[in-house]
C-alpha cells in the first residue's frame, strides 16, 4: 500500500512536471495556467498560439506516453505469467510486426483508414492468425503460443519488408522509421483518447486478475486443481492483453523495454504477486516512458529522438543488471 | 514446469529493411541518420539490434556535419580531384555516363553534355522546360538507385550521382568497385557527408566549384553556364520585410526541415529570409512541432515532391490543431520549391529567383 502511494505520487508529480519540459520556452506557473485554464478555472496567461504548445502538444502527448507506459507493463506481466517465460514482452504474438504491418500499409499504400485504426487490425490479425496457428494440433501451450508468435512476426515482418522495399520513395521511410522504433511524436487528444480508453476498458479488468495469474505460475496443472480453466482463462488474457497492445501499439508504435524490463524490475522489489506487480508495474511503466518520451524531445532540442531508442537504452543495460541479480540468486 | 524451447528467440523480429535496402535514401543529405554509413550494415535480426543500431547511427549523425572544411577547390593542373575522399583520374572526357538524381542530370544538361548519357536513374522530378527536349530521349534505367548490374549493363566509363549512399554494393556498386571495372564515379560535392568534405556552409561558390570540375572532367568551357548562373543571382533582390521562414522538406509528427549549413539555408540567405531552424549545424535535419510554432515563421516553403506532395504538407499543417494556429498557415503564406531543385546544383539560382518573386507577391499586414 505503501509503495501504491508513494508511485502514485511519483507519477502525478512525473505529469505535472514533465509538461513544462520542451523545446520552447513557457515557464511551469504558464504551463499550469494554461492548463487550469482548459479545466474550465482562470484565466489564460498564454497567447493562442503559445497556448497551442502546452494544451496540443504536450499535455496529450504525456498523458498518452503515461497510458502507453501502464498498459505495455501490464501486458508484460500478462506475457510473462501466462508463457510462463520471463523474455516474454508484451509484442510476443506477432502484435507489433502486424500492427507495423497495417502502419505500413497506410503509410506507403495510402489505404483510406486512419492510421491507429490500420494498426490495431494488423495487431488484431497478427493475434488471430498466432492463436490459429498455436491451436490448430491440440491444445495451446506456451510453448506452441510463443513459437506461433514467432513465425507470425516473421511473416509480418517480411510482407513489411516487401511493402517498404517495393513503394518507399524519397526519405518517406523515415517516418516509418520512426513509427518501427516507437515515437509519441505525433500523439494528440485523439491518441491520447485511445490510449487512456484502452487502459479503461482493457488494462483495469487485468488488475483484477492477480489471483488467476498467480495460479498459472504454478503450471497449468497446478491451475487447474486451484480451480482455474486453463485454456479458456488463457484464451482470454491473451486477447484482452493483445488488445491492450494493439490499442498502444496503433499510437506509438512498438517501444521495446518497456513490457519487458519493469515487470522484473518491480517483482525484484514487491515480489512475484501479481494483485501488487500488476498496479504497481503500470505505475511504474507510465512514470519511466513520461520520462523516457520526455527525453526523446528534448536531449537533441530541437531535434527529437523516436522514445524507442531512449527505452531501449536504458532498459538494455537494467535487464542485463536483472539477469545477474538472477542468476546471483 | 513446462518451458519454451526457443526462449532466446523470443521477441525476435526480422526488419531487414532497415538494412542496406533501402539505401536511397538511408544515408543521404535527407535522412534520419544524417551522415553517410555506407559501410555500416544494419542487418539487424531483433528490434533489440535495430534500435541499438540507429541509436548509434544517430548518435555519430550527430557528431558529423559540423565543423570541417570548405570542399576543396580543384587547381586547374591537376591530374585527379579529390571527390568526396575518394580520386577521380583527369583522363579522357568521359563519353558514357550514368546520372543518380536529378541533379547530376540536370548538371550535364547545363553543360550541353546530354548527349554523354547514357542513362537517368532517381530522377527527382521533371527538368525545367529549357531542357525537356534533350531530357525527353534520355534511356531510364530505374525509378530509384539502380542495381550495379542495372548501371554495368549500360556500359558507362563514369557514374555521377547526386548522393554519396547511391554508390553502395545493393546500390550503383562501391566507388572502388567501379573504379575496379575502370569507370570513374563522381558525387556533388555539396552532397560529401565526411565532416572534411561537407561545406561547413554552402554557398554559391561551392555550386561553382562543382561546375568547374564537371566542366574540367569533361573538357568542356563552362564560362557562358557561370555567366548565366551569376547573372540569375545578380537578378535575384533580397527582402527586406525581416521576413523568417521554416523549410518543410517531409515529415508529418516529425517535421523534416531545411537547416542551418545546406542549400535551403543558401536560398533563404539570398532571398533575405530569416530560417527558423538557421543554428542547426546540418543541411537538413529532423526538428519538433514546439519550436516551430514558438517561431512562428511569417512563410512556410513547401518542398514539392511526388511522395511529399506541397498539398499533403499544407494537409499535415493544417489537420494539426497546434500548427493550424500558425499564421503562416492560417493566412496561406506558403512559398512552393520542386525537390529536384531544392538540393544544391544548377538550379539552386533558379529556385532562388522562384521563391524571391512568390515572397514578393505575400503580403503581411
Request: hydrophobic letters at 50%; a neutral charge; one cysteine or more.
Amino acid at each position: 500500500m505503501l509503495w501504491f502511494i508513494v508511485l502514485s505520487v511519483v507519477l502525478i508529480t512525473s505529469v505535472t512536471v514533465a509538461v513544462t519540459i520542451g523545446p520552447a520556452t513557457i515557464t511551469a506557473p504558464d504551463v499550469w495556467g494554461s492548463i487550469v485554464h482548459h479545466l474550465g478555472l482562470g484565466a489564460n496567461p498564454l497567447s493562442p498560439l503559445r497556448d497551442s504548445i502546452v494544451w496540443e502538444l504536450r499535455l496529450p502527448r504525456v498523458l498518452t506516453a503515461g497510458a502507453v507506459g501502464a498498459g505495455l507493463a501490464i501486458s508484460g506481466v500478462v506475457m510473462q505469467a501466462i508463457t510462463r517465460n520471463p523474455l516474454a514482452d508484451p509484442y510476443l504474438l506477432g502484435l507489433s510486426s502486424g500492427a507495423s504491418l497495417g502502419a505500413v500499409a497506410v503509410l506507403l499504400l495510402g489505404s483510406a483508414l486512419l492510421l491507429p485504426v490500420a494498426a490495431f487490425l494488423g495487431a488484431a490479425l497478427a493475434l488471430a492468425l498466432t492463436l490459429l496457428l498455436a491451436g490448430m494440433f491440440g491444445r495451446i501451450t506456451p510453448s506452441r503460443t510463443v513459437l506461433a508468435g514467432i513465425a507470425v512476426s516473421a511473416l509480418a515482418a517480411a510482407i513489411t519488408s516487401l511493402i517498404i522495399f517495393w513503394t518507399v520513395t524519397g526519405d518517406s521511410y523515415r517516418e516509418i522509421l520512426g513509427w518501427l522504433l516507437g515515437s509519441l511524436a505525433g500523439a494528440r487528444w485523439p491518441e491520447a483518447g485511445i490510449a487512456c480508453s484502452a487502459i479503461l476498458v482493457a488494462g483495469i479488468p487485468i488488475m483484477f486478475s492477480g489471483r488467476t495469474l498467480d495460479a498459472f505460475a504454478f503450471g497449468d496443472t497446478s491451475a487447474a486443481t486451484l480451480g482455474v480453466n486453463v485454456q479458456r482463462t488463457r484464451w482470454i488474457m491473451l486477447t484482452v492483453t493483445a488488445l491492450l497492445t494493439g490499442a498502444m501499439v496503433s499510437v506509438s508504435g512498438s517501444i521495446g523495454f518497456v513490457g519487458l524490463v519493469l515487470p522484473h524490475a518491480v517483482r525484484l522489489i514487491v515480489g512475484p504477486r501479481h494483485r501488487l506487480l500488476l498496479p504497481l508495474s503500470a505505475l511504474v511503466g507510465a512514470s519511466f516512458l513520461i520520462w523516457a518520451d520526455t527525453a526523446a524531445r528534448t536531449f537533441f532540442d530541437p531535434r527529437e529522438l523516436p522514445v524507442g531508442i531512449v527505452t531501449a537504452i536504458i532498459g538494455a543495460p537494467v535487464f542485463a543488471v536483472l539477469l545477474a541479480r538472477r542468476v546471483r540468486s | 514446469m513446462e518451458a519454451t524451447p526457443f526462449t532466446g528467440l523470443v521477441g525476435v523480429q526480422a526488419f531487414p529493411f532497415l538494412g542496406r535496402q533501402v539505401a536511397p535514401s538511408d544515408c543521404s543529405a535527407d535522412t534520419l541518420m544524417q551522415p553517410c554509413p555506407s559501410e555500416v550494415f544494419v542487418f539487424a535480426v531483433s528490434r533489440t539490434v535495430v534500435v541499438l543500431s540507429v541509436a548509434a547511427l544517430s548518435l555519430t549523425g550527430c557528431a558529423a556535419g559540423s565543423g570541417g572544411t570548405p570542399t576543396p577547390t580543384p587547381t586547374p593542373a591537376a591530374s585527379a580531384i579529390d571527390n568526396c575522399g575518394v580520386s577521380v583520374p583527369i583522363t579522357s572526357p568521359p563519353q558514357r555516363v550514368v546520372t543518380i538524381k536529378s541533379t547530376s542530370t540536370e548538371m550535364l544538361l547545363a553543360l550541353g553534355l546530354g548527349d554523354r548519357i547514357v542513362g537517368t536513374a532517381f530522377q527527382d522530378g521533371p527538368v525545367p522546360a529549357r531542357w525537356s527536349a534533350d531530357a525527353a530521349s534520355l534511356p531510364v534505367l530505374a525509378d530509384k538507385v539502380p542495381s550495379q548490374e542495372v548501371v554495368l549493363s549500360a556500359t558507362p566509363d563514369f557514374v555521377y550521382a547526386g548522393w554519396e549512399s547511391n554508390f553502395s554494393a545493393d546500390g550503383a556498386g562501391t566507388r572502388s568497385d567501379l573504379a575496379a571495372l575502370g569507370i570513374r564515379s563522381y558525387v556533388s560535392p555539396s552532397a560529401c557527408k565526411e565532416a572534411a568534405y561537407q561545406p561547413s556552409k554552402l554557398s554559391f561558390s561551392d555550386i561553382d566549384a562543382e561546375i568547374n570540375q564537371v566542366a574540367e572532367i569533361f573538357s568542356v568551357d563552362d564560362s557562358t553556364l557561370l555567366a548565366n548562373q551569376h547573372a540569375t543571382l545578380a537578378g535575384v533582390a533580397k527582402d527586406t520585410r525581416g521576413l523568417s521562414a521554416l523549410w518543410f522538406s517531409s515529415g508529418s509528427s516529425v517535421p523534416y526541415i531545411g537547416a542551418g549549413i545546406g542549400a535551403p539555408q543558401l536560398i533563404l540567405d539570398t532571398i533575405g529570409v530569416r530560417n527558423i531552424a538557421g543554428d542547426i549545424k546540418d543541411t537538413w535535419a529532423p526538428y519538433n512541432w514546439e519550436s516551430v510554432i514558438a517561431a512562428n515563421p511569417d512563410v512556410i516553403v513547401l518542398v514539392d515532391a511526388s511522395w511529399s506532395t506541397k498539398e499533403k504538407k499544407i494537409k499535415v499543417l493544417e489537420d494539426n490543431p497546434a500548427t493550424a494556429k500558425l499564421d503562416a498557415v492560417k493566412n496561406h503564406r506558403y512559398l512552393v520549391v520542386p525537390f529536384a531543385a531544392s538540393e544544391a546544383g544548377v538550379r539552386t539560382v533558379d529556385a532562388a529567383e522562384d521563391l524571391a518573386q512568390q515572397l514578393k507577391a505575400q503580403t503581411f499586414g
